[in-house]
């Protein structure tokens, strides 16, 4: 190898380091200082390492009483041990790349310094306002001496936030900051506390260092992202007690739900009679949350609540509207289970005095206090998730089956009651197999306990234990089965989507599609839609139930579509069922068909077409798109097309980003019908074109139907279309250039690019005629401003394309009210009355 020249392998290393030079430090500083202030046993611990950890590590006593301010910083510069190195390096090291490689090494570096002193700083504040008031768990972490450079990671990759577009700079909040306040409630450290204080500070850092206006207007998010952030956090509750556990002590207000990995479980008995003898103190209520975490069914009973949260996690990110009150009432349940403990008042001392449950005093005054905040917390936490997933329900449209949702509640209740009848009968017959022996009232009682986490029986001395095998396994054994029975029974609800097609229909639906439709006939196979087959003829069409109204997603399908019978049976269908039909989106064939029986048209949407095969960009009318397509040539921009499914992780999450950047944009909500989004580029049906630079960066992104007739891939129609704010000027000229390059290689007939709806060309406007002609021109007027459907048909002229007309087809005008809310709520069911009243003023 010839002297002086790199390696790949060094080559790679340099660009590494030349694209993270502060974070490569950064981690380098912590590995260093951490060699010199690891905690080890204290009989191995060197005089000197031990005398560094009291000038360095930052703690209350440290900084406080000692006077070492400087600890506020040196306490961020290293770990404490294997697993905070771990923490570090799977979380922090992460963070500090994503930060710079955002916004700079002096920015981040200005970041981790400003977030991790600030939030230390802030936690020994609390920490010195709680000592001040006797606050328990003040005093309880004041000798804790912490070593945790993670909060100023944390800290810097929230202050990058604000150099990112909405959609990330809503995850990484999102993500950040209830993150580490998930981990504070179980965990309760005051590296924790220093943790959620950085990550407060960041964002607001951010917001300065970008130059940004603080401001409280509300940003908007799509279906998809919605999904994204709600399931992320329930995922987050899931996961907390085992991410805590890993802390090593346990202050949190939902601690009790990570002692359950205890080892040391102390004896029954000895607790029980301590606890009635002399009082409950801290210890005793930590050894009564033990004895209840003994044995394999009441650790299930404690771990599958939080896998079923996993569970309704991977359901709300599938958009299962089932999911949401599945994850609701799991939220709601640990709630009022946490409420009821709140309000328990149990009698422990054998005076019966409230009071004896933490002594007597001033000192037992200010512990209930402090109990009573740490479990309003241990409340208001899942209460603010439920009603967040309530709020944002309708970012979740797949229904359970009506059947499959009484039958999953009706197993709940059914094994609920069995189980306990079980428990009670067991216990009834074998009263020597507990100590010790109850009565029947206190039988009863603690039937209900047997389903509830040891979490929120924390406070609650057992009024018996087991001590046969029989009477032992009925004991652990009901609890964890009825919560198995809810994560499992749930499988049934999520898996009957309500009005989803059969495969047998499916098959049908793609055979009629491959036999004919008009240039939007794909999006019938979209969620949502129903699908009506002609008895007698081969054809069939897509449509959805709105208020009463059965609105058309298109026209007719299949090889006898354009058939007058086929239109009339599919009237008769729907007027036999009570429904008003609005034929929405048909073509002009259809709309002959439909004078013929006597009904009404308008038009309300235009379609723009193209024929490929003559698909040519000479001449003056062409120069913006020539141009457009120089520009991307000189930028090193090229057209890459592709399947959702085949995109690497990066493409797919920069097409996220870029539609969400599309949707904050909008002062109304994302509209659906006949108008894809993200969920819809997932089948394999469906292509993407993409311009992408030589860095990989996406600047803009078109998804294409396919349509056919006769078994044949007949011509593709524009969908999806998204471009990067700061991206290439002209991209989408570029990109609908390259698909008619192709699809003339292709031999495509015809490259429709959708309709514009509630707009039309000078060439098809005709005068108003009736009312409904003057509600549409309002409506597109109104519209217009948020979603442009005039200027994307004006946009669509620049390719000189062959203008069709879409109308819909009515029969009586005193129905046409009603079809109207139908097709708005079809395009925006989740818009409000305040969002209508706001863009009509």
Same mark, same amino acid.
């Given at each position: 190898m010839r002297a002086g020249r790199a390696t790949p392998f060094g080559r790679l290393v340099t660009g590494v380091i030349r694209s993270v030079p502060m974070s490569i430090g950064i981690t380098a500083l912590v590995?260093?200082?951490?060699?010199?202030?690891?905690?080890?046993?204290?009989?191995?611990t060197p005089a000197w390492r031990s005398a560094i950890r009291e000038a360095a590590g930052v703690g209350y006593e440290q900084v406080v009483v000692d006077g070492h301010w400087w600890a506020l910083l040196t306490g961020a510069l290293g770990t404490d041990g294997v697993l905070g190195l771990l923490a570090f390096l799977l979380i922090g090291v992460p963070a500090l790349v994503l930060a710079e490689r955002r916004f700079g090494a002096a920015k981040t570096l200005l970041a981790v310094l400003v977030t991790a002193v600030a939030g230390n700083a802030l936690a020994i504040g609390l920490q010195l306002l709680g000592t001040l008031g006797g606050e328990f768990w003040s005093g309880e972490v004041a000798r804790i001496v912490a070593f945790d450079p993670v909060a100023g990671a944390l800290g810097a990759l929230a202050a990058s936030s604000a150099f990112h577009g909405p959609l990330w700079r809503r995850r990484i909040r999102a993500f950040v900051v209830v993150g580490a306040l998930i981990v504070l409630l179980y965990s309760g450290l005051p590296q924790d506390l220093a943790r959620l204080f950085a990550a407060l500070v960041g964002v607001l850092l951010g917001v300065v260092l970008a130059g940004a206006s603080p401001s409280v207007r509300r940003v908007r998010s799509s279906h998809h992202e919605t999904r994204v952030l709600l399931a992320s956090v329930v995922a987050m509750m899931g996961v907390g007690p085992l991410i805590t556990f890993l802390s090593g002590r346990h202050l949190g207000p939902l601690a009790p739900l990570v002692l359950l990995l205890e080892q040391n479980i102390p004896d029954a008995g000895r607790v029980i009679g301590q606890c009635r003898t002399v009082g409950v103190s801290a210890q005793c209520l930590r050894d009564l949350t033990l004895v209840r975490v003994d044995g394999l069914g009441a650790v299930l009973l404690s771990v599958v609540p939080m896998i079923a949260l996993l569970f309704a996690a991977w359901g709300l990110l599938r958009g299962r509207r089932f999911a949401v009150w599945f994850a609701t009432a799991i939220m709601v349940s640990f709630a009022v289970l946490s409420a009821l403990s709140l309000g328990a008042g149990v009698r422990l001392h054998p005076t019966g005095h409230p009071s004896s449950l933490l002594g007597t005093g001033h000192g037992a005054q200010q512990r209930s206090v402090e109990i009573a905040i740490a479990l309003w917390a241990a409340i208001l936490l899942p209460l603010v998730v439920a009603a967040l997933l309530v709020v944002l329900r309708r970012g979740f449209p797949v229904r359970a089956t009506r059947r499959s949702a009484l039958g999953y509640l009706a197993l709940v209740g059914a094994s609920w009651v069995v189980l306990a009848a079980l428990f009670v009968v067991v216990a009834l017959l074998q009263p020597g197999g507990f100590s010790p022996r109850p009565d029947v009232w206190e039988v009863l009682r603690a039937a209900?306990?047997?389903?509830?986490?040891?979490?929120?029986?924390?406070?609650?001395l057992p009024g018996f234990v087991p001590v046969a095998p029989l009477t032992g396994v009925v004991f652990h054994a009901v609890g964890p089965v009825w919560w198995s029975i809810i994560l499992l029974g749930a499988v049934w609800p999520l898996s009957r989507v309500a009005n989803a097609i059969a495969p047998a229909d %499916?098959?049908?639906?793609? $055979?009629?599609?491959? @036999?004919?439709?008009?240039?939007? !006939?794909?999006?019938?196979?979209?969620?949502?839609?129903?699908?009506?087959?002609?008895?007698?003829?081969?054809?069939?069409?897509?449509?959805?139930?709105?208020?009463?109204?059965?609105?058309?997603?298109?026209?007719?399908?299949?090889?006898?579509?354009? %058939?007058?019978?086929?239109? $009339?049976?599919?009237? @008769?269908?729907?007027?036999?069922? !009570?429904?008003?039909?609005?034929?929405?989106?048909?073509?002009?064939?259809?709309?002959?068909?439909l004078h013929r029986i006597g009904w009404r048209t308008v038009q309300v949407a235009e379609e723009t077409v193209l024929h490929p095969q003559g698909w040519s960009m000479v001449g003056k009318r062409w120069q913006d798109i020539r141009s457009s397509v120089n520009r991307a040539d000189r930028a090193g921009i090229t057209a890459v097309w592709s399947t959702y499914g085949a995109l690497g992780v990066g493409l797919a999450a920069q097409i996220a980003e870029i539609s969400e950047e599309w949707v904050a944009e909008r002062k109304l909500p994302e509209m659906g019908f006949t108008l894809g989004g993200i969920d819809e580029l997932v089948d394999e049906e469906v292509r993407l074109l993409l311009a992408v630079d030589e860095q990989g960066r996406l600047h803009g992104v078109t998804s294409w139907l396919p349509v056919r007739r006769d078994g044949q891939l007949f011509g593709w129609t524009l969908d999806f279309m998204r471009r990067r704010t700061d991206g290439m000027n002209g991209v989408m000229e570029f990109l609908i250039a390259e698909a008619a390059a192709r699809f003339k290689e292709d031999g495509i007939e015809e490259m429709s690019l959708s309709g514009a709806p509630l707009a039309r060309s000078r060439s098809t406007e005709q005068p108003e005629t009736d009312g409904i002609d003057r509600v549409l021109t309002y409506l597109g007027n109104v519209l217009e401003p948020v979603y442009g459907f005039r200027s994307l048909l004006a946009f669509k002229g620049k390719f000189q394309p062959e203008e069709r007309p879409l109308v819909l087809g009515y029969a009586d005008p005193l129905t046409l009210p009603a079809i109207g809310i139908a097709v708005g709520r079809a395009y925006l069911p989740d818009v409000s009355v305040r969002d209508l009243a706001s863009l009509v003023t």
């Open positions: 590995l260093v200082v951490s060699a010199f202030v690891w905690r080890t046993p204290p009989a191995a209900p306990e047997r389903f509830v986490p040891a979490a929120y029986l924390r406070n609650v %499916e098959r049908r639906l793609r $055979e009629l599609l491959a @036999e004919g439709s008009d240039s939007i !006939g794909h999006m019938a196979t979209w969620p949502g839609n129903l699908t009506w087959f002609d008895p007698q003829r081969s054809a069939g069409v897509a449509y959805r139930i709105v208020a009463g109204v059965a609105v058309t997603t298109g026209g007719f399908f299949g090889r006898d579509r354009h %058939e007058q019978g086929v239109l $009339e049976r599919f009237i @008769e269908h729907c007027e036999d069922s !009570g429904l008003t039909v609005a034929l929405y989106s048909v073509d002009e064939e259809t709309a002959v068909a």
